[in-house]
């Protein structure tokens, strides 16, 4: 089992920056991909970012790229997602999720792959 605790988050407004952190614990020696989803009310849930562990690649949704930068601390067991020139349309619940390194390659990023979820973290963005 694997257990992961979001941190970070909160209000800010248009234009601002962000950090969230997911730290796991338990079993990590099974996790090589870390990263994030995000769901706001009335939208699909969609991904944002993750990493591989061992590789030291990220990923980005378009939606994100070069505004958010996911990076990590091998020793803490712990990927960080900075938040840059935030819009009101980056405003959801932000989860983490950690799993098989494979899991990470482009159209394998994708919710139901992940049994090792986060709390989440909100993200509020407005002025």
């Known amino acids: 089992q694997v257990q992961l605790v979001e941190s970070g988050g909160g209000s800010v407004q248009p234009g601002g920056s962000l950090r969230v952190s997911c730290a796991a614990s338990?079993?990590?020696?099974?996790?090589?991909?870390m990263g994030w989803f995000r769901h706001a009310p009335g939208k699909e849930r969609e991904p944002v970012a993750r990493?591989?562990?061992?590789?030291?690649?990220?990923f980005y949704d378009d939606s994100v790229q070069d505004r958010f930068t996911i990076s990590q601390d091998n020793a803490k067991h712990t990927v960080y997602l900075q938040m840059n020139n935030l819009s009101p349309e980056d405003t959801a619940m932000y989860y983490c999720?950690?799993?098989?390194?494979?899991?990470?390659?482009?159209?394998?990023?994708?919710?139901?792959?992940?049994?090792?979820w986060g709390q989440g973290t909100q993200v509020t963005v407005s002025s």
């Open positions: 990493i591989h562990i061992a590789r030291g690649i990220p």
């Open positions: 338990g079993y990590t020696a099974s996790v090589n991909c």
């Open positions: 999720v950690a799993g098989a390194g494979g899991y990470c390659f482009p159209g394998r990023f994708n919710a139901h792959n992940f049994n090792y």
